[in-house]
Nanobody
Framework: QVQLVESGGGLVQAGGSLRLSCAAS????????MGWFRQAPGKEREFVGW?????YYADSVKGRFTISRDNAKNTVYLQMNSLKPEDTAVYYC???????????????WGQGTQVTVSS
């Protein structure tokens, strides 16, 4: 069992930055895949990025978002720079053994944190 607790969302102007955190407990953190997804109102949950030994990003965030991990703290971060209004969504972290770009690859999910980017 893995518990995920997210923090760091909020309201920011376009062009600004935010850093989301996802603290994990309950399993050896360094061996599991950690993903970030987001869901805007009326839309399906979409892939943002994922990390284990390497890191992968959606084209829409590549070059602006960075995933990092602190295995000593069992925490994964999503640094978001050059934010755009279309980045507005609820952001979720997820954990799983497989990893990847689809939601079905992940077993455990955080509660989500709202990110709102104003124009």
């Amino acid at each position: 069992q893995v518990q995920l607790v997210e923090s760091g969302g909020g309201l920011v102007q376009a062009g600004g930055s935010l850093r989301l955190s996802c603290a994990a407990s309950g399993r050896t953190f360094s061996s599991i895949a950690m993903g970030w997804f987001r869901q805007a109102p009326g839309k399906e949950r979409e892939f943002v990025g994922w990390s284990r030994s390497s890191t992968y990003y959606a084209d829409s965030v590549k070059g602006r978002f960075t995933i990092s991990r602190d295995n000593a703290k069992n925490t994964v971060y999503l640094q978001m720079n050059s934010l755009k209004p279309e980045d507005t969504a609820v952001y979720y972290c997820a954990a799983g053994l497989v990893g990847g770009r689809v939601t079905s690859s992940y077993t455990y999910w955080g509660q989500g944190t709202q990110v709102t980017v104003s124009s």
